[in-house]
């Protein structure tokens, strides 16, 4: 099983890439910079240069050859435009599933927003370009060749993992979670078949996220 991680730098994506190297897992890094790559090398890191704004869906599938899962924790973030939005978060997804789906990748593991259904434009504020950026890349997942896995996780935090979540189809509530417990679910759900053809919201809660996914699974 070899995973292409794209967004390796960020928030969620560097937790990731740590767990899946202290687990021992195939893997590369996707970054955008010349020196994370050099960074990433100098930890025994494989990393490889992907951007999924200025790469087209040839260059992606060249660079995708040879990974047969690939996770999106890829965003354009708070501080840029709604074109940034449209660039990044919906046709740099696309194009990215263009391209896995050109090599027959056997899992897309997309990092959502935390509800990216159609009902929640309107009430998504300032974030309805990214919500309605999200809910067409997941759409068009979903409609995709390949097997997909989407997450959904409530608001973002720095705080140090918990290990302990809830997960759910789609909760009537609020909630946020740690970013390292995002990767932890996303480690888990990335070295298994498991959870192909799902989604499901994650946030902070009771159970160990091992048993939590088991629970959601076994529903
Ligand atoms: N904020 C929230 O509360 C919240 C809630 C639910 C879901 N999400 C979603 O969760 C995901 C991960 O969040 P996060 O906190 O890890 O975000 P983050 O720290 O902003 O990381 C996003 C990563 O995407 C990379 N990136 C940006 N543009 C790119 C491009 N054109 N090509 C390739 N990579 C690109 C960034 O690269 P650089 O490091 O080089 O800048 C960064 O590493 C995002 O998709 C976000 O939208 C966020």
Redesign the pocket.
Known sequence: MSILV?????????YLIEQLKAEGEDFTA????EA?VEQLKEKNINATL??????DVQSLTEKFKGYNRIV???????STGAD?TI???LD?AVKAIKASEANKAQQFVM????DSRREAFDSSGDLKP?TIA?HYADEYLKQATIPYTII??????DDDGTNKIEVGAFFEGRG?IP?ED?ASVLKEVVTTDDYLNTEFQIVSGEKDIPQALTDFKNK
């Open positions: 794209i967004g390796a730098n960020g928030g969620v994506g560097h996707g970054v955008r910079k994370q992907i951007d999924v704004e200025k790469d999106f924790s890829v965003g354009s973030g708070g940034k660039i990044v978060d740099g990092v959502s927003t935390y990214y999200k959904h996780p409530g608001g973002l935090l946020t970013r995002v």
